[in-house]
């Protein structure tokens, strides 16, 4: 007959260690969640500081009137049709309302059309746009501009 006495703490011993495990996988999990999260809330908070850039830009640039009745359009619109504030979202709310919201000019002036990078670039195009483009297009856009008799 074998040593019940021998055997038990061997079982409990198991166990202590089973649970221990699932206590180290448990906090192992929470860190990875906070990890997420503080890397969710820096990457919410980042999109946010941009968009808020990108409207300025727009009321600088474009004439776009800070107003409380165009600050109440935009943020109504980004809220019922996307899940936070950012450059990309503010770009197509003021795509959609352009015609709805005060402008020190005409939309219809200004004609809004945001240049992205792989966008041919415009006939003047800024240093950032230069920068953001890749080589065969600012080839292609000194080309053009020496044809054309510019720089």
């Known amino acids: ?10 079982i409990r011993n198991a166990d202590v260690e089973k649970e221990e495990q699932r206590w ?21 908070a ?6 808020v850039a990108r409207l300025k830009q727009y009321a600088k640039e474009r004439g776009l009137v800070d107003s409380k ?3 109440d359009k935009i943020a109504g619109f980004i809220e019922r049709n996307f899940d936070r ?6 770009d197509a709310t003021i795509k959609a309302l352009q015609y709805e919201l005060e402008w020190h000019v005409s939309p219809k002036a200004t004609n809004i ?21 890749a080589i065969e297009d600012v080839i292609a856009y000194r080309e ?8």
């Open 113 to 133: 059309e945001v240049w992205r990078p792989g966008d041919l670039l415009p006939d003047n195009p800024s240093p950032q746009q230069l920068a953001q483009s």
């Open 46 to 51: 980042k999109d946010r500081e941009e968009g």
């Open 1 to 10: 007959m074998p040593d019940t006495l021998k055997v038990i703490p061997r």
């Open 69 to 71: 009745r165009n600050a």
């Open 85 to 90: 504030l950012s450059e990309t979202n503010v």
């Open 24 to 44: 180290r996988d448990e906090q192992v999990d929470i860190a990875n969640n906070n990890a997420q999260r503080k890397a969710r809330e820096q990457q919410l």
């Open 144 to 151: 053009r501009a020496r044809m054309l008799g510019r720089k």
